[in-house]
Structures are given as structure tokens and as C-alpha cells.
């Protein structure tokens, strides 16, 4: 389900941070930071094939650990 539905620019997407590539979640595709928050841009074909939706949760996790620790650019 969706709790909010938003519009951004091309201009706002980051690339995806080092540390999700490394845990393997080749669906995420990008970043969006946006009042305090991290948004996750998702490949939803890549998403919702095989057991990506488990991975999605540790993408997640990974974020929320790590947000004060990243700068801008890195949270990409």
C-alpha cells in the first residue's frame, strides 16, 4: 500500500548508495531525500520477482541505521 504519493524531479533522484548495492538489491533504483526523510526509488518489476520483497525490508533497515551518518551525496 501507499501512505503518500508525491511528485519529484529528475533533478532530486540520487544514485543508489554503495551500501545497498553491496546487500544486493538490484531493484533499487535510486534515492530521494525529502524533508529528513529517505525515499527508496524501486524498480517494481525487479521488486516483485522472486524474494526481493524479504531483501526490501533489510534495504530498509540499512537505511534507517545509517541515515545520520551519511552525507547527501552518499545517501544517494
Not at 544514485?15 to 546487500?23: A, H, K, N, Q, Y
Not at 525487479?46 to 534495504?59: C, M, Q
Amino acid at each position: 500500500g501507499a501512505s503518500e504519493v508525491i511528485r519529484v524531479s529528475d533533478d532530486s533522484i540520487e544514485p543508489v548508495p554503495d551500501l545497498i548495492s553491496e546487500t544486493g538489491a538490484g531493484y533499487v533504483e535510486g534515492v530521494i531525500s525529502l524533508k529528513g526523510r529517505f525515499i527508496t526509488l524501486i524498480n517494481l518489476q525487479r521488486a516483485l520477482s522472486g524474494e526481493i520483497l524479504s531483501e526490501l525490508d533489510e534495504v530498509m533497515t540499512v537505511l534507517s541505521s545509517r541515515r545520520e551518518q551519511l552525507t547527501p551525496a552518499q545517501a544517494s
